[in-house]
């Protein structure tokens, strides 16, 4: 990879998103995938307190479904936890829930959450926003004269450690298709054999000619290849990679994205430190070489 990989982003909607890598290796693609889902770090609920719990279910139970609640941290304080946690510290998010089914069964939700501060970090209530991503995910449900009272502990951590603290869903890339049409008069019923055969939907027919309406929907799978081998080439680029990314609502996609190259930079530059270093203790005699 003799130049840096450019990026350009495709498309947006919500918290999905496509972008494109060009000038890239399959090395690096799969590094960023890694680090996007892996060693990003993001928030999630580590430590919860039961102070009561009258329901069915155990206060292990609650814990992990507490833990599995994504949540929506905004960037000014996203980044004020992660340059803490990165230093060895730990900002502690609180929330409180206090619930209780007086007259009739209650659900107990992600939304009766509530955001109390951040211990250990220069952060306060008013100046952040840190609640779960959706307030409709069910927590336990109560039946009447049940009530749960408790504290939850969020912490900052990275996916490698547990699947909590992933802040995306699906990461996937592929290469690019490079798509051939070896012959383009042809008759017009050998090409609808052709683009019937394509289960995507490459191809088309145009002014009596087979032609190509959208490379990036083929799949590779090269059934039109082995149908039609005089007809068709199917290869792929692998320094042009798309990339399919869905959040789960943690954090702005440009963000997560933002966050995985500056961690893959900086573990680049610890291990090209720690190589130097090992170099100038070997030159002065302090390291034999293996």
Not at 114 to 141: D, M, Q, Y
Not at 173 to 181: A, D, Q, S
């Amino acid at each position: 990879m003799s130049n840096p990989p450019k990026f350009r982003l495709l498309s947006k909607k919500g918290n999905k998103v496509i972008f494109q890598l060009e000038d890239a290796t399959p090395a690096f693609a799969n590094a960023l995938r890694r680090a996007i889902i892996s060693e990003t770090p993001s928030l999630a609920i580590d430590e919860v307190i039961i102070q009561e719990n009258t329901s069915v279910l155990w206060d292990e139970m609650i814990a992990h479904r507490l833990a599995m609640v994504p949540l929506k941290v905004d960037t000014e304080t996203y980044d004020a936890l992660r340059e803490l946690y990165e230093d060895g510290k730990d900002p502690q998010v609180i929330f409180t829930l206090d619930e209780e089914a007086v007259e009739r069964p209650k659900t107990v939700l992600s939304g009766h959450l509530r955001f109390e501060g951040v211990e250990g970090a220069v952060i306060t209530s008013e100046a952040s926003s840190i609640e779960p991503v959706s307030k409709n995910i069910p927590i336990a449900k109560l039946a009447k004269g049940q009530r749960l009272v408790l504290t939850a502990i969020a912490r900052m951590g990275t996916g490698k450690e547990h699947a909590k603290w992933q802040p995306v869903g699906p990461v996937g890339y592929k290469f690019k298709p490079v798509i051939r049409v070896l012959k383009e008069d042809l008759p017009e019923d050998y090409v609808s054999k052709i683009i019937a055969t394509c289960p995507r939907r490459v191809f088309g027919y145009n002014s009596g000619k087979l032609v190509v309406l959208n490379e990036w929907a083929c799949s590779l799978c090269k059934e039109c290849v082995e149908a039609f081998p005089e007809a068709v080439e199917v290869t792929y680029n692998p320094n042009v990679i798309q990339f399919n990314m869905e959040t789960l609502g943690t954090l702005p996609p440009e963000k997560i994205i933002e966050t995985a190259i500056d961690v893959l930079i900086k573990k680049t530059e610890r291990f090209s430190h720690l190589v130097e270093e090992s170099v100038k203790q070997a030159l002065a005699g302090e390291v034999q070489p293996q």
